[in-house]
């Protein structure tokens, strides 16, 4: 079973920067991973997303040029580091993973983490 635990959000002045961590456990192997968000009120929406080889990465328009997703395999760790950070990037922050290749394609993912909160003052 997978687990994820997502670590490293906080609350930041508008043009700072974070890094979001998300530690896996289980059996990942092979797996997509990627990074939604939920501000209040709104849905959840996709902001990246990433294949087993990392060679294949896909972003939100509106995050574009300012967050950028990795993984390193042998810690079972994604992470989400966020730049030139905006008020409205104000969210909960999960975790997702997806035993599929369609790392790009937001309702593959399956597996979530517990959130974790990003504030971005004005």
């Known amino acids: 079973q997978v687990q994820l635990v997502e670590s490293g959000g906080g609350s930041v002045q508008a043009g700072g920067s974070l890094r979001l961590s998300c530690a896996a456990s289980?059996?990942?192997?092979?797996?997509?991973m990627g990074w939604f968000r939920q501000a209040p009120g709104k849905e959840r929406e996709f902001v990246a997303g990433?294949?087993?080889?990392?060679?294949?990465?896909r972003y939100a328009d509106s995050v574009k040029g300012r967050f950028t997703i990795s993984r390193d395999n042998a810690k079972n760790t994604v992470y989400l580091q966020m730049n030139s950070l905006k008020p409205e990037d104000t969210a909960v922050y999960y975790c997702?993973?997806?035993?599929?290749?369609?790392?790009?394609?937001?309702?593959?993912?399956?597996?979530w983490g517990q959130g974790t909160q990003v504030t971005v003052s004005s």
């Open positions: 289980g059996r990942t192997f092979g797996y997509a």
């Open positions: 997702a993973a997806a035993n599929s290749a369609f790392y790009y394609v937001a309702n593959v993912y399956n597996k």
């Open positions: 990433i294949n087993w080889s990392s060679d294949g990465t």
